[in-house]
């Protein structure tokens, strides 16, 4: 997007100068991704209450919002991970290696506090070591993350088995089920809320931040201007590794289900949001509003379909798959677009003078 | 002049010995694994479970030859899982639905569906220049909810198709199934187009330097649109072998084969960011995990430890193949150096 920005600003025939500035502010935050996915939202918004009347309801942002939480944690972290150029696709694996984790130490008697801060560590130890390999080693994030998708879930596994456990206290079940302070707003929507304002600051108003992008923009730069490039990748991948355990305790207490199966293939899903929400694959750019604009329309989508009885729940995946593939050919067909209109207003302005 | 194309000779031998030492690691570790398999339950190298365990690895290496062209292009295939799911339902609905049909004209209609989607994938990659990782996540979404779409919940049985197509499946020519056969005879035949033919040599060019690949005048976007329109009608190949092989064929065919897959062709040296690989190590690769979990299985450890066991040696395919990589470009700087010297 950003590079239509520019272009469109750079041909001085072809603007007017006096709409000049105005013109240009206006089109760069029409041109913006995050702006196009609020207009979808709105799309959305509509069309789901043309679906079914229950759409725009409290109730139905509740159930909705629910299903989507431990992807919407797990899409925070992984955002980070992609605008440093990087991928993670073990998190589901981590996310699952948690839950069942939780389950083995609530079978040995250990409360619930306590298993909460274990889960998490083991967590970041996970995303460490792959963070590791992929830092100290040099090996390519997708392969490593491939590897440990099936290492992590394996080890899950090897902890549980195919048992599950569902007996978790009723007092920590309400908590990861239940709703904020007698509002229709769910707890895990709020942990969701707050780990996303510490991830926004710390993307975008932090000089951590600002060395994740200068990496992902260009890892060579970055380095040779001083940054400690193989650290902050790893800290990324710990950080991931955390908050998907973290995910995995969300998802063991609400389903009070504790087994190694839960959420295959959730990892696509995550990459997925963060790649909707303008997030590029290529790293240095994007933000975490666009990631939460994308996980409410995924959201957003996914409960329109569930409600309407005449059109089948099957469309969520095309819908989501063409939506990821417009996201970035939409923005690629107007540069080129854009290019083409500069190259033929090009010969007036050598005529001119 | 001479110098530098004995240098470049020596250059190449190197690094196709190197290769062939990489496959050949394979072969060991497959000797290995058989082998202990073997001593601790003799059963295992029974000439049926020895069959069973070809069979298994077929489709996965027919899926793995597809998925090696289009990663030594720099480029990855996510949606061939969802392209099997497509094209096994097409080769069970038409046949269910007309059992006397042409097995030849099923499994070109399968191809075909097969390589439709991978020209999808390949125009978004190279003319909508999407990243490739992008186009066939979104694909892999949309091919399967095609496939829940147009099946809406419906399950082809083997009852209702033809002997002479489950047959495909399950029997041998000279005591080798024919699954094993049509997928050697696709190896060997893209083995060979790779390593001797123009196509196949400027895929590596492409992958290991795609602005080099362009400025000595390969047409890089024709040839990567080939590579994912071969790997998607390998997939659709997959999906027909697929319903031959188990006779019952829902929505959900082939789901999360792409991760087993690149897994495969990564275990067997194909370096995932291209340039390098060959699709004998792919199937090799391919071979070798269909092995472990069948040799876990048969002794008995607890199936739990099978997909640690495959991530835990995707890990060291990897960290052993950076580490000779590392090894041969000092080994090459050092002749250079060498010959500098003299």
Redesign the interface.
């Known amino acids: 997007m950003r590079a239509v920005r520019t272009e469109t600003a750079a041909p001085p025939a072809a603007t007017p100068p006096a709409a000049g500035s105005q013109s240009r502010d206006w089109r760069s935050l029409l041109g913006r991704w995050e702006t196009l996915l609020v207009g979808l939202l709105v799309v959305m918004a509509v069309g789901g209450q043309a679906i079914s009347p229950e759409f725009l309801t409290a109730d139905s942002f509740t159930t909705g919002s629910l299903d989507m939480s431990e992807i919407a944690l797990m899409a925070l972290a992984v955002a980070l991970v992609i605008v440093a150029a990087e991928i993670d696709?073990s998190v589901a694996s981590v996310m699952a290696l948690s839950s069942a984790l939780m389950a083995w130490l609530w079978n040995n008697n250990q409360p619930v506090e306590f298993i909460i801060p274990i889960c998490v560590a083991v967590g970041a130890l996970c995303g460490a070591f792959n963070g590791v390999?992929v830092t100290r080693?040099?090996?390519?994030s997708?392969?490593?993350t491939?590897?440990?998708?099936?290492?992590?879930?394996?080890?899950a596994?090897?902890v549980i088995?195919?048992e599950s456990v569902t007996d978790f206290p009723q007092v920590w079940t309400d908590r990861a089920f239940g709703n904020f302070a007698g509002t229709f707003i769910p707890n895990t929507v709020v942990l969701f809320a707050i780990l996303a304002v510490v991830f926004a600051v710390l993307l975008h108003a932090t000089p951590f931040g600002r060395s994740v992008f200068a990496i992902g923009a260009n890892e060579e730069a970055a380095y040779f201007s001083g940054l400690r490039v193989k650290r902050i990748k790893l800290i990324l991948f710990t950080l991931c590794g955390a908050v998907a355990a973290l995910a995995g305790v969300v998802i063991t207490l609400r389903n009070s289900t504790g087994a190694?199966n839960v959420g295959?293939?959730f990892e696509?899903t995550v990459?997925?949001a963060v790649?909707l929400g303008g997030v590029s694959?290529?790293g240095g750019r994007g933000t975490i509003a666009g990631v939460i604009l994308a996980l409410l329309l995924l959201g957003g989508i996914q409960k329109a379909l569930l409600l309407s009885e005449s059109i089948?729940s099957?469309?969520?995946?095309?819908?989501?798959?063409?939506?990821?593939?417009v996201s970035?050919?939409g923005p690629?067909?107007a540069r080129r677009a854009a290019e083409v209109r500069r190259r033929r207003s090009r010969p007036t302005p050598e005529e001119g003078p | 002049m001479t110098a530098v194309a004995v240098e470049g000779a020596r250059a190449r031998r190197l690094t196709e010995w190197v290769l062939r030492v990489r496959e050949l690691g394979i072969v060991a570790a497959l000797a290995l694994l058989i082998t202990v398999t073997a001593i601790l339950e003799p059963r295992f190298i029974e000439a049926n479970s020895l069959r069973n365990l070809a069979l298994n690895a077929s489709i996965f290496a027919i899926l793995a030859v597809g998925q090696t062209l289009v990663i030594i292009t720099r480029n990855?295939d996510?949606s061939v899982g969802s392209i099997l799911g497509l094209s096994a339902f097409l080769a069970g609905d038409l046949l269910s639905g007309n059992q006397d049909m042409a097995l030849p004209l099923v499994f070109l209609l399968g191809i075909g569906l097969g390589a439709a989607c991978g020209l999808l994938n390949g125009v978004?990659v190279t003319w909508?220049?999407?990243?490739a990782?992008?186009?066939t996540?979104?694909?892999?979404?949309?091919?399967?909810?095609?496939a829940?779409?147009w099946t809406?919940g419906r399950q082809v049985n083997a009852e209702t198709l033809p002997d002479s197509f489950l047959n495909i499946g399950s029997d041998s020519i000279a005591g080798i199934p024919i699954l094993v056969l049509i997928a050697l005879v696709i190896v060997v035949l893209v083995g060979q187009w790779l390593r001797d033919y123009r196509p196949g040599r400027e895929l590596y060019a492409i992958g290991s330097n795609p602005e080099g690949a362009r400025l000595a005048g390969v047409r890089s976007d024709r040839r990567v649109l080939v590579a994912f329109i071969l790997a998607g009608a390998l997939a659709g190949l997959g999906g027909v072998l697929f319903t031959a092989r188990f006779g019952t064929v829902d929505a959900t065919a082939g789901?999360?084969y792409e991760?087993t897959v690149?897994?495969a062709a990564?275990v067997g040296g194909v370096a995932?960011?291209g340039g390098t690989g060959t699709v004998y190590g792919a199937a090799l690769g391919a071979l070798l995990l269909g092995t472990i979990t069948s040799s876990l299985i048969v002794l008995r450890v607890?199936?739990?430890?099978?997909?640690?066991?495959?991530?835990?040696l995707?890990?060291v395919a990897?960290?052993l193949d950076?580490l000779v990589a590392v090894r041969i470009e000092a080994a090459l700087r050092r002749r250079r150096s060498a010959r500098r010297a003299d």
């Open positions: 696709l390999l080693f040099g090996l390519p997708l392969a490593v491939i590897g440990t998708l099936a290492l992590f879930r394996g080890l596994f090897v088995g195919d190694a295959q293939g696509l990459v997925t790649l694959i290529f089948s099957y469309w969520i995946q095309i819908v989501t798959g063409t939506l990821l593939i970035v050919l690629n067909l | 990855v996510l978004l909508g220049q999407v990243p990782l992008v186009v996540l979104g694909t892999l979404y949309a091919f399967r909810g095609l829940f779409l809406d789901t999360g991760l690149i897994a990564v995932i960011f607890e199936a739990f430890w099978q997909q640690a066991a495959i991530g835990a995707l890990l990897i960290a950076k």
